[in-house]
């Protein structure tokens, strides 16, 4: 069989197949789509976040007759750059002058793919959805190999809301044990959307696999990694650990007799986060140098790799709520590329958890605690708020608790208490700016 006519048969395969079932998602990448503006859409993120089934989602919005799905892991599909152009070819043939959208899905295992998008793009007939394994090509790079002909989309594990959506659950419905107890469960075990919906002891066999795939496809192979032990001594430090720098990874890695240098940890912790797999949050000051050399903040993909690694987890559940928040601040802020994120803290170690900041205003002040009353709340993180509202001049002080609500006034500055489940599901991966600006205020 030709090359022209396997991929007849894969188009004419994909018009008469059976969508799977896919629940529908905050994140929406049609709402990105402009006739009158040619740029590709690549959708990025983590292994097993659910990419793929997005743009099933994308399917049943757009309707089958406007899109057109190509899986680049099909088989029988060869990987070499003459595939594309006879897949051009072919399109024409079937679609003829028709806007259809092209929903391409692992399109970076073929060589010069990003050349044929925008040739694509060029020809004015066709938007383009495409998906990728950080195995290949980060959020980073791809603006940088389509010359900047996109708009990324990052996805990530499940929000609150899409995890109750997932268990089929109403919140509105809930009692206020029940909604604690699912809380519970999504802040343990995460918002990966296949352990989400699979049993306990499923869900432990799921997570080793996906952090072994992890290693070896994004990591080993893809930045020729020789010295692996080192790299797992590294993650596995970075698991347990609240805060870090390159210097004190650096002497926890030499007192358990690993000899490396700085500029190759430096190196890991780039792959690590250019994966996705982790997140380095920096301190806010107007000292450059100062945030570049103080201790960032180590925040993980998903909590469940914290629940199943790290042997710290049973001392802090507390780490995993604020894991939480910054996972949920994080997908607001690919929304809005005017959001950053950074935590605060003084020469007096006081602290605030996350210091949320649009352009050059201070939006808001976060403190993370798992405290169920007033009293439990301890004085040092109130002290952080307002010591930090003041420094930073910012009036929106809020302290996300597990199931305590109030708004007090302490030294003259309004604070607000919220549960977590009640501020992750006001919060709204799109729409970020307002969804930072309200958070609270309609309570």
Same mark, same amino acid.
């Given at each position: 069989?030709?090359?022209? /006519?396997?991929? /007849? ?78 897949? !051009? ?30 040739? /694509? ?17 980060? !959020? ?27 268990? $089929? ?11 604690? $107890? ?7 075990? @995460? ?49 347990? !650990? ?12 030499? !007192? ?17 986060? $250019?994966?996705?797999f982790v997140n380095f949050v920096e301190v806010i000051s107007p000292k450059i140098k100062y945030s570049l050399k103080a201790e960032r903040k ?22 995993? /709520? ?61 002290? @952080? ?15 996300i608790t597990w199931d305590y609500e109030d708004e007090q006034t302490v030294d003259e500055r309004k604070i607000r208490f919220i549960p977590l ?23």
């Amino acid at each position: 069989m030709t090359l022209e /006519m396997t991929l /007849m048969d894969i188009i004419r395969e994909w018009e008469g197949r059976k969508l799977p079932t896919a629940i529908e998602r905050e994140k929406d990448p049609t709402n990105l789509i402009d006739w009158r503006i040619f740029k590709a859409i690549p959708i990025v993120g983590f292994r097993r976040t659910g990419k793929t089934f997005l743009l099933f989602n994308t399917v049943k919005k757009l309707g089958k007759e406007n899109t057109l799905y190509i899986d680049f892991e099909d088989e029988r599909i060869p990987r070499k750059t003459e595939t594309l152009t006879k897949l !051009s070819d072919t399109i024409k043939e079937v679609y003829g002058r028709k806007k259809i959208v092209l929903l391409l899905d692992e399109i970076q295992n073929i060589p010069n793919w990003s050349r044929w998008v925008r040739r /694509m793009l060029d020809s004015f007939n066709y938007q383009i959805i495409l998906t990728g394994s950080s195995s290949r090509l980060s !959020s980073k790079e791809i603006p940088t190999e389509l010359r900047g002909r996109c708009i990324c989309q990052e996805l990530y594990p499940l929000s609150l809301s899409e995890f109750l959506r997932f268990k $089929n659950e109403r919140l509105e419905e809930l009692t206020d044990s029940l909604k604690l $107890n699912l809380l519970r469960e999504y802040v343990t075990f @995460g918002g990966l959307p296949e352990i989400v919906l699979s049993e306990e002891e499923r869900k432990y066999l799921l997570i080793d696999e996906y952090f072994r795939t992890f290693l070896v496809r994004d990591i080993f192979e893809r930045y020729g990694i020789r010295n692996k032990e080192l790299l797992r001594e590294l993650i596995r430090i970075l698991l347990n !650990s609240t805060y870090t720098t390159i210097s004190k990874m650096f002497n926890s890695l030499k !007192s358990i007799g690993h000899k490396v240098g700085k500029e190759t940890i430096a190196n890991y912790f780039y792959y690590l986060e $250019n994966s996705m797999f982790v997140n380095f949050v920096e301190v806010i000051s107007p000292k450059i140098k100062y945030s570049l050399k103080a201790e960032r903040k180590v925040m993980l993909v998903d909590n469940f790799f914290i629940r199943r690694f790290s042997t710290k987890f049973s001392e802090n559940f507390g780490r995993l /709520m604020e894991n939480c928040v910054f996972t949920q601040l994080k997908n607001m802020a690919s929304e809005n590329p005017l959001i950053e994120i950074f935590y605060w803290k003084d020469y007096q170690q006081n602290e605030v958890d996350f210091v949320v900041k649009e352009g050059l205003d201070m939006k808001k002040l976060i403190q993370v605690t798992y405290s169920s009353g007033r009293d439990e709340i301890e004085r040092r993180e109130i002290k @952080g708020l307002i010591k930090a509202g003041e420094e930073l001049k910012c009036k929106d002080l809020l302290v996300i608790t597990w199931d305590y609500e109030d708004e007090q006034t302490v030294d003259e500055r309004k604070i607000r208490f919220i549960p977590l489940w009640k501020w992750l599901t006001v919060q709204k991966a799109v729409g970020a700016a307002r969804a930072i600006h309200k958070t609270g205020d309609d309570q």
